[in-house]
């Protein structure tokens, strides 16, 4: 099974376009999985690799549970506190990774992780998360599934990452290639093998700072990937985006989901 190498610094430079510009979770979401859940108040709830604390401060502040936060980048933490207290929500955050699950964390309800799962040893985090959650507790992962953008500009950010950023790139395609085990295997396979999608769809309109931003919100084409190559890149994405709409107006369809993984 293909695992990408834990690099903790992966996301550095990315705090402060994650939050702004990467599609969001709708309050609707997070209190429909809340329910199906069965979350109550006060259970605890691991944010796990965190970034800013999208999720985290979402279950504090909708479901008033005990969160906390883990995720091995300061910026990110730093951000996520930041977030926190501008949402008067009360969350943890702790510096670590899957490799730093134990006794600590527990008795969680909840494991709930936003587009991480993908960087870590997926088994072996699914196995330390059985010993510390409750018999009744569930493991969701969360994320977006990109339906359509008009004019195609996600192409264009893609066709520009191959270019500026071959070497994180080529991580980004190695999850699409055949050695690489889908989520919901890796769940089928672990004692979190009862799953359950819950979803929405939203239609979001983009302008160029957006898509600029959300490149740079990416591990992929990060500024840190990106180094001294950062400002060509944006030169050549704004030039080629606007190619594709003069008008410098976007769209994109996304369905943003939870698949809860529950105990056999």
């Known amino acids: 099974m293909t695992t990408i ?20 979770y709708p309050d609707e979401l997070i209190e429909r999985v809340a329910e199906r859940t069965g979350l109550a108040a006060g259970e605890r709830v691991l944010d ?14 909708l479901a008033g549970a005990d969160v906390t936060g883990l995720d091995p980048e300061p910026e990110m933490l730093e951000a996520a506190a930041s977030d926190a207290a501008s949402a008067g929500a009360k969350v943890s955050f702790v510096k670590g990774s899957s490799y730093d699950l134990g006794p600590r964390f527990a008795p969680l309800k909840l494991t709930v992780m936003g587009r991480s799962f993908h960087w870590m ?31 195609d500009w996600q192409q264009a950010v893609n066709t520009l990452a191959e270019t500026y950023a071959p070497e994180r ?55 840190q990937a990106l180094g001294e190559r950062t400002a060509a890149f944006e030169v050549e994405l704004r030039a080629t985006l606007l190619k594709l709409s003069p008008e410098g107006t976007f769209s994109e369809v996304v369905e943003i989901g939870g698949l809860i993984a529950r105990r056999g």
Do not use: M
């Open 5 to 24: 190498p834990f690099e903790a610094r992966r996301f550095q430079s990315t705090a402060a376009y994650y939050t702004r510009y990467r599609v969001s």
């Open 48 to 61: 796990l690799g965190c970034g800013p604390g999208q999720l985290g401060i979402a279950f504090a502040r």
């Open 121 to 151: 040893d997926r088994p072996a985090t699914l196995k330390a998360l059985d010993k510390i959650t409750l018999p009744g507790g569930c493991v969701v992962l969360f994320g977006d599934r990109h339906i359509s953008s008009t004019p």
């Open 169 to 223: 790139n080529a991580d980004r395609e190695r999850r699409k290639g055949p050695d690489w085990v889908e989520h919901e295997s890796v769940l089928l396979h672990s004692h979190f093998n009862v799953l359950e999608r819950v979803s929405v769809i939203r239609e979001r309109k983009l302008g160029l700072d957006e898509i600029v931003g959300r490149a740079f919100s990416t591990s992929v084409t990060s500024p």
